[in-house]
């Protein structure tokens, strides 16, 4: 075999192996959902900007210390300004106007605990996990502090306390994870006076969420968020305007860890490509060794 | 030529005017690192909930480890192909990558909020298979170890026969010179081995370092830097900015030092710039092409004025330059096409991991603080103070006998 044959081969040979990493690439699904996997379904189209679910939130997973007083969770001043995740607020309420009738539109948003989360895919110590019941739940004993998960999220939802020289946790929306676990409610579903959250198995709200579309479909724009965007989420919405005019961002009808994980899976197939890979750069060195065997160093 | 001459330790006055500005540099941003030890990256920083990441990951992590690909692409060269005329570029290009990949880990120390708990990733029960950061981490770490590896041999043939321990540790000369010995001969035998796999997790982490901002999706990465082949565009852009820096690091040694350019070695060496170079273009520009994104860099943004630096200043013009015999030849020419390749590659590093980013709703964008500044600067810095320091204790350099002098 001389040189020119052996490049042959090998460029072959790295040819087969990306085309059988492409034929791979369907493989990533993401994890198993349990059919009994549960959910909320948000209908915007009720809120009135209470912020009633941002204060029990804040109560239930002790966000600001001391805690806030109840009074400024009634402050409507704040729907001023678009206001964003922190580690302090794990919802919030934000306010956009009708462009046709002027009229306010209150929107509450937190975690969607995407069903094939990017921030779980892209955890490097896998502090981020989707649990059965639907929750995205972080084990602050994993985390390094990477930051990585923000950087995913389609959503910029986990907030990091960039503040806390020594201790920086990842914060966010839990789905009161341990009292789902127990059969609770998470707190904010609980604690709306209008019932604008639904909580219940993911696959009935979202036959709930349709046929309320049917029912009154001037009411709705023919959209159920996060039945199949960014490859499905827990938490679903509702609306009366379409959605990248009530702050939600553009994603793709698949998540987009589908996509890393197709590369990261394709490039260690079985450890294929690594191993095929040491064996070739083995054989071109010893291939291309001086024929005189003087190995001038 | 001087077929006598051999690497040997420099000799000579270490502390420089210029040496003096790198330590200066290194204590600036050593205050700035305690500054955010001691109240945390946000103070320190101008991360935020929007840009969470910023040049401590880009530059520090993703550009130094891209100029860290001297090490792997002169091994492939070197001692894969055998082109054993390129030997005398092999040591100070491995010490480049050394150091390099040392201040990647340097680096993730600085920017890790947990940065106690570093070598999670290393624990069994925490593996994460389909994170990208956990593939570059394990593979550099790796890669760290390797680069160690290769470089013990010239540690052997600076100390053995030479071992003198100062005092009473005199008595333990004998047993190191002996084991310095026996790490000599058996990593001679398997050497081949660790470089190979040297070779492998490079080409590994190096496209990982381009997955990373693959799940971002293209909703938060813009149109000119976001597409799935951003793995192959980062290998690709690291082995020509590897051969960049091995050109780069051969002739400042010389230059630095004050022995002859290794010309007979970097010119013809150098003429693997445009190709690659040119490859990567190609498939940059074939990319953006069938993804309908080639108009964006005309779309008067800073982003697209960022790109245009970034492609049309950083890496079209070092590959016009190197197409060139004349460059090749121009010790002066060739240094400035290869540096201005190698900041191409970190500024195209940089716009992927920072400038491109488009956060939902985001509020403000993300300029470094000056502190954030020093302390890239300050490793950039160490690199280079330790590189020399390295060239005055081991035989990197090769230079004439000493009778000559």
Avoid at chain 1, 8 to 29: I, R
Avoid at chain 1, 38 to 52: N, P, S
Avoid at chain 1, 244 to 270: C, L, R
Wanted: proline share 6%.
């Amino acid at each position: 075999m001389n040189r020119r044959e052996f490049l042959k081969t090998t460029g072959l040979v790295l040819a087969g192996g990306t085309l059988a990493g492409a034929q791979t690439a369907a493989a990533a699904h993401g994890p198993e959902l349990s059919p009994n996997t549960l959910g909320v379904l948000v209908d915007t189209t009720l809120c009135i900007g209470c912020r009633e679910c941002e204060l029990a939130c804040d109560r239930r997973n002790n966000l600001t210390k001391p805690p806030a007083p109840e009074e400024s969770f009634q402050d409507k001043g704040v729907f001023g300004s678009y206001r964003k995740y922190s580690p302090q607020s794990y919802t919030v309420v934000n306010k956009f106007d009708n462009p046709e009738t002027g009229e306010p539109v209150y929107v509450k948003n937190q975690c969607m605990h995407c069903n094939h989360a990017p921030c779980v895919s892209a955890c490097i110590v896998g502090a981020l996990s989707k649990k059965e019941n639907g929750a995205v739940h972080y084990d602050y004993g994993k985390c390094i502090g990477c930051r990585y998960c923000m950087m995913a999220c389609p959503f910029q939802v986990p907030a990091n306390e960039f503040d806390n020289a020594f201790t920086p946790s990842i914060r966010k929306c839990t789905f009161c994870f341990e009292f789902v676990e127990e059969g609770g409610v998470p707190a904010c579903a609980d604690a709306c006076p209008m019932g604008v959250m639904t909580f219940g198995k993911r696959e009935e709200l979202i036959e709930i969420a349709h046929e309320r579309i049917m029912r009154n479909p001037s009411r709705y724009v023919e959209h159920v968020f996060g039945e199949h965007d960014a490859g499905g989420t827990s938490w679903m919405y509702l609306a009366g305007l379409p959605f990248d005019q009530i702050g939600f961002p553009k994603v793709a009808g698949i998540s987009n860890a589908q996509t890393s994980e197709t590369i990261m899976h394709g490039m260690f197939k079985h450890w294929i490509p690594p191993i095929s890979l040491y064996a070739l750069v083995g054989a071109a060195m010893w291939l291309f060794k001086p024929k005189d065997g003087e190995d001038h160093e | 030529m001087s077929g006598h001459s051999e690497a040997r330790p420099i000799e000579g006055k270490f502390f420089t005017p210029g040496t003096l500005l790198l330590v200066a540099v290194m204590a600036v941003g050593a205050g700035f690192a305690a500054y955010r030890y001691a109240l945390g990256l946000g103070p320190a920083s101008n991360l935020s909930h929007d840009y969470p990441w910023g040049i401590w990951k880009a530059i520090n992590v993703a550009a130094i480890a891209a100029i860290g690909s001297s090490g792997f692409t002169l091994t492939a060269i070197v001692h894969v192909a055998h082109k054993h005329k390129y030997h005398v570029m092999m040591r100070p290009g491995l010490v480049l990558a050394l150091l390099s990949y040392t201040f990647v880990g340097v680096a993730l120390v600085v920017d890790l909020g947990k940065y106690y708990v570093i070598w999670h990733p290393m624990l069994p029960s925490m593996w994460q298979g389909n994170s990208a950061l956990f593939e570059v981490a394990m593979c550099v770490m790796s890669y760290l170890t390797v680069l160690y590896i290769e470089f013990a041999p010239i540690l052997f043939k600076r100390f053995i026969g030479k071992v003198n321990l100062p005092g009473p540790l005199k008595m333990f000369n004998g047993l190191l010179e002996f084991s310095f010995k026996v790490g000599d001969t058996v990593l001679g035998r398997l050497m081949s081995l660790f470089m190979i796999l040297g070779i492998v997790l490079c080409t590994l982490h190096q496209q990982t370092l381009g997955t990373i901002m693959v799940i971002p999706g293209p909703e938060k990465v813009h149109g000119l830097w976001w597409t799935p082949l951003l793995p192959v565009l980062f290998y690709l852009s690291a082995i020509a900015v590897g051969l960049a820096a091995a050109v780069a690091a051969s002739l400042w040694t010389s230059k630095a030092f004050g022995t002859k350019y290794e010309m007979q070695a970097v010119t013809p060496f150098s003429r693997a710039l445009p190709l690659f170079i040119g490859a990567y273009i190609a498939l940059r520009v074939v990319d953006l092409a069938l993804r309908g994104n080639l108009g964006l860099m005309f779309e008067g943004t800073y982003r697209a004025t960022a790109f245009q630096v970034e492609f049309f200043i950083g890496v079209c013009l070092p590959f016009v330059l190197t197409w060139f015999e004349a460059v090749r030849k121009s010790p002066r020419a060739l240094f400035f096409a290869s540096f201005l390749f190698i900041l191409g590659v970190s500024a195209n590093r940089v716009n992927t991991y920072i400038t491109s980013f488009m956060p939902p709703n985001a509020i403000g964008g993300y300029f470094p603080t000056f502190g954030e500044i020093m302390v890239c600067a300050a490793q950039c810095a160490a690199i280079l103070f330790l590189f020399r320091l390295i060239c005055f204790i081991f035989p990197i350099v090769d230079q004439p006998p000493a009778h000559a002098k």
